[in-house]
């Protein structure tokens, strides 16, 4: 089974996590790269990024992947947002785990991230197998290795 973990990261909480799932679930990492960085303004409304590189190049052949975002304005952020609605984007018959981190411990806002990323998910052929709320920093600031682990805990990566 192949096993791709696609994220964005600004303040290196999401990409920590990556790394660390990466080793537990023997998968590739494939960062999302914005031609210029997106904003809390973007993310509420929505709007997507331009992406650097070609992220789907990778994903396209996974069996499972890990989708992973920071929330921003109660949202999804905007690169992920370019990779959900790209032209080349299929879920077809791929397991998506969906991994969310954001500021609040009150995770309102994680359900209605969760949701809609899923739709794209469902919409383009593929399951949700599993989705996850954590809190991570607020924008810009990075809760350090020890914290992101201890965050980490909480995702069942040996059961999927």
Not at 30 to 56: C, I, M, S, Y
Not at 94 to 101: H, L, N, P
Not at 116 to 131: I, L
């Amino acid at each position: 089974m192949k096993t791709v973990i696609v994220y964005y990261s600004q303040s290196n909480n999401t990409r920590s996590a990556a790394e660390l799932l990466k080793e537990k679930v023997q998968a590739s990492c494939v960062e999302l790269k914005e031609v210029r960085r997106g904003n809390g303004l973007q993310a509420f409304f929505h709007t997507q990024t331009k992406l650097l590189e070609d992220p789907w190049a990778e994903a396209k052949d996974a069996d499972r992947l890990y989708l992973m975002l920071p929330i921003w304005a109660g949202r999804s952020v905007p690169a992920m947002n370019a990779f959900l609605r790209d032209p080349k984007a299929t879920f077809q018959n791929k397991e998506v785990i969906i991994i969310t981190f954001q500021a609040s411990k009150k995770l309102k806002h994680s359900a209605r991230v969760h949701d809609y990323v899923g739709s794209y998910v469902r919409k383009g052929g593929g399951v949700v197998k599993e989705t996850y709320a954590l809190v991570g920093g607020t924008m810009n600031v990075f809760i350090g290795d020890e914290l992101i682990r201890k965050r980490m805990e909480e995702v069942r990566w040996d059961t999927l």
